[in-house]
């Protein structure tokens, strides 16, 4: 039978929170009358969350469980969504809670006013540290500065995709991946619907700092050359400013000023742009590691168990 609307969760150690998204993703979605599944994507859970999410495949066959082999990452765990969902519309949100699923019907409906892409807004957010909201407010400003493609400021991944953008996007195999960004990047007619993220239902945050990190250096790579150009515009800045330099240093010498003797000022200039050189290599670095995956080509992920696959 075909399915109407996918609502694709990546799931890490939710153990807590399954039993409820699903409850309220099953009340949402059978309100709206139409066929509708949930696929669950096991992103290497060690908590029982794996068993919780195939006992509720057993009783329910909205239920879409995709096992991954182990944890791959938030962003991977969705493009399995993507891969998986067979609906005429795919909606991506947290297991958490965090998107709630009453917002869905709100999205489903600029859906049907012809729009492909409706990518949900925090108008608010709740029960985040303001460390949180203040990197995730300076990260999506930076990115919306730096990078070619115009990410809606303070969207996360909770959306909707009708499914010729989803079939766009399969075809994007990229190995570090930003998914908002890819979802912005392939263009079709978007629209935001602003919503009020809530806190966590339960459990802590699978995001530390690090992963935070590591998704905007994919999210900077993936859609910017700017980290490569700076090393253009700083090397042509500090060889102007020494060609500059030697006329008056020459000069200088010629009217007999004892200026520019010191050591200390040699071992600044050649610590300061050691530095920058050792900086720029390291920004060559992050490219070329990330060519290189590409290179190998291996599989974006691997899944222990997963229905069969269409298209
Ligand atoms: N998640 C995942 N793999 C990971 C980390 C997180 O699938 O390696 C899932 C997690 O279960 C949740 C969603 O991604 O459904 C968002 O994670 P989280 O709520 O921890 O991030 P935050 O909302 O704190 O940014
Ligand atoms: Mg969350």
Redesign the pocket.
């Known amino acids: 039978m075909p399915v109407k609307f996918s609502i694709v969760?990546?799931?890490?150690?939710?153990l807590e929170?399954i039993p409820e998204l699903y409850r309220r993703v099953a009340a949402v979605m059978s309100a709206t009358g139409e066929t509708w599944e949930l696929v669950l994507?096991d992103?290497?859970s060690n908590d029982g969350s794996t068993e919780r999410i195939r006992e509720l495949a057993a009783v329910d066959k909205h239920v879409r469980p995709v096992i991954f082999a182990r944890?791959?990452?938030?962003q991977i765990?969705v493009t399995a969504g993507w891969d998986y969902a067979r609906g005429e519309a795919v909606v991506i949100m947290?297991?958490?809670l965090?998107d709630p699923p009453e917002v869905i019907p709100d999205l489903i409906a600029r859906w049907r006013e012809g729009y492909e892409v409706v990518y949900a807004v925090r108008a608010e957010r709740e029960g985040?540290t303001w460390f949180?909201k203040v990197t995730a407010a300076l990260f999506y400003r930076i990115i919306y500065r730096i990078t070619d493609v115009k990410i809606p400021l303070d969207t996360?991944d909770f959306r909707l995709l009708d499914r010729k953008v989803v079939d766009t996007l399969k075809t994007m195999r990229e190995h570090h991946r930003f998914p908002r960004g890819m979802a912005a990047w392939v263009g079709f007619r978007q629209i935001g619907v602003p919503y009020k993220r809530a806190a966590?239902h339960a459990g802590?945050?699978?995001?530390p700092f690090s992963?935070?990190f590591k998704l905007a250096l994919n999210a900077i790579t993936g859609f910017s050359y700017f980290p490569l150009q700076l090393a253009t515009y700083f090397g042509f800045t500090s060889a102007g400013l020494a060609i500059v330099a030697i006329p008056v240093v020459i000069i200088m010498r010629v009217i007999g000023h004892g200026a520019f003797l010191g050591q200390a000022t040699t071992l600044i200039a050649v610590l300061f742009l050691g530095g920058v050189q050792l900086i720029f290599l390291g920004v060559l670095g992050e490219y070329l590691g990330r060519i290189y995956d590409e290179v190998k080509g291996r599989p974006l992920y691997i899944v222990r168990e997963a229905p069969e696959r269409e298209g």
């Open positions: 969760a990546p799931v890490f150690n939710e929170n994507v992103d290497g944890n791959f990452g938030h765990a947290d297991a958490d965090q985040e949180k996360g966590r802590v945050t699978k995001y992963k935070m």
